[in-house]
């Protein structure tokens, strides 16, 4: 039997999670888009029953609210949008009070968390050599509201944590209709070298996202989609 899934949040990414939710044994009960839920105020018990697990892809703006409100129902969640982190110990704390269960990340591509695994062993081995300096840069869509993006940020963060301490330059483009291309570099006096992870399409973030949420049934507390990546069906 399928699950219920509410899409919170109904821009491009939301339209592509409900056209694919079938394929991972969903059947979308509720949208709510930016009219529907102002404050977070669409998001009620009453709308929110025979739902299972909702996915959140709408704005920094409004994704933290939207995502403590769903906590207090008791409705896991993953959340895709990115911008709002500086709220996550107010959301991990609405979590853990609730029993809910919630997924979140900057990017829900499999391919770009394995790329981040990728970079964090680079930067480890390159942090040995003082010569090469480090640069990350991305580009997404016009239409993109935080930049730098949520994965630049978080691979750089990936990078201090593998023992790369010194200074990373970051930038960021904004043009068109590009899904994503997240960019890190090392440059010597010598040589450079460069790793790059580019999207085709916004499928594969929309996959994981619905993976995280068969996934989240049933759990509980808060979680980085790079920590389940191994547990994923």
């Given at each position: 039997?399928?699950?219920?899934l509410?899409?919170?949040?109904?821009?491009?990414?939301?339209?592509?999670i409900?056209?694919?939710?079938?394929?991972?044994?969903?059947?979308?009960?509720?949208?709510?888009?930016?009219?529907?839920?102002?404050?977070?105020?669409?998001?009620?018990?009453?709308?929110f029953?025979?739902v299972?697990?909702?996915?959140?892809?709408s704005?920094?703006?409004?994704?933290?609210?939207?995502?403590?409100?769903?906590a207090?129902?008791?409705?896991?969640?993953?959340?895709g949008?990115?911008?709002?982190?500086?709220e996550?110990?107010?959301?991990?704390?609405?979590?853990?009070?609730?029993?809910a269960?919630?997924?979140?990340?900057?990017?829900f591509s499999?391919g770009?968390?394995?790329?981040?695994q990728?970079?964090?062993?680079?930067a480890?081995?390159?942090?040995?050599?003082?010569?090469y300096h480090?640069?990350?840069?991305?580009?997404?869509?016009?239409q993109?509201?935080?930049?730098?993006?949520?994965t630049?940020?978080?691979?750089?963060?990936?990078?201090?944590?593998?023992?790369?301490?010194?200074?990373?330059?970051l930038s960021?483009?904004?043009?068109?209709?590009?899904?994503?291309?997240?960019?890190?570099?090392?440059d010597?006096?010598?040589?450079?070298i460069?790793l790059?992870?580019?999207?085709?399409?916004?499928?594969?973030?929309?996959?994981g996202?619905?993976?995280?949420?068969?996934?989240?049934?049933?759990?509980?507390?808060?979680?980085?989609?790079?920590?389940?990546?191994?547990?994923?069906?």
């Amino acid at each position: 039997m399928a699950k219920g899934l509410a899409i919170v949040g109904y821009g491009k990414m939301g339209r592509l999670i409900e056209s694919l939710a079938p394929q991972h044994g969903f059947e979308v009960r509720l949208r709510l888009d930016v009219a529907d839920n102002p404050g977070g105020t669409g998001i009620t018990a009453e709308k929110f029953r025979g739902v299972d697990v909702a996915i959140e892809f709408s704005s920094p703006a409004t994704a933290a609210e939207n995502v403590r409100r769903l906590a207090a129902l008791k409705i896991n969640t993953v959340v895709g949008a990115t911008g709002w982190y500086d709220e996550l110990p107010s959301v991990r704390a609405a979590v853990e009070s609730s029993g809910a269960g919630v997924v979140y990340g900057p990017n829900f591509s499999v391919g770009v968390n394995l790329f981040m695994q990728v970079v964090a062993e680079a930067a480890r081995r390159f942090a040995l050599h003082a010569d090469y300096h480090a640069w990350g840069w991305e580009m997404h869509h016009a239409q993109k509201k935080d930049a730098p993006s949520g994965t630049l940020l978080k691979l750089a963060e990936r990078m201090r944590a593998s023992g790369y301490n010194r200074p990373m330059d970051l930038s960021s483009s904004r043009v068109g209709s590009v899904p994503g291309t997240h960019e890190i570099g090392f440059d010597s006096p010598a040589d450079t070298i460069t790793l790059r992870h580019t999207a085709r399409s916004r499928e594969g973030f929309a996959h994981g996202a619905l993976r995280a949420a068969r996934w989240v049934i049933g759990k509980k507390g808060l979680y980085e989609f790079h920590e389940i990546l191994g547990e994923l069906g």
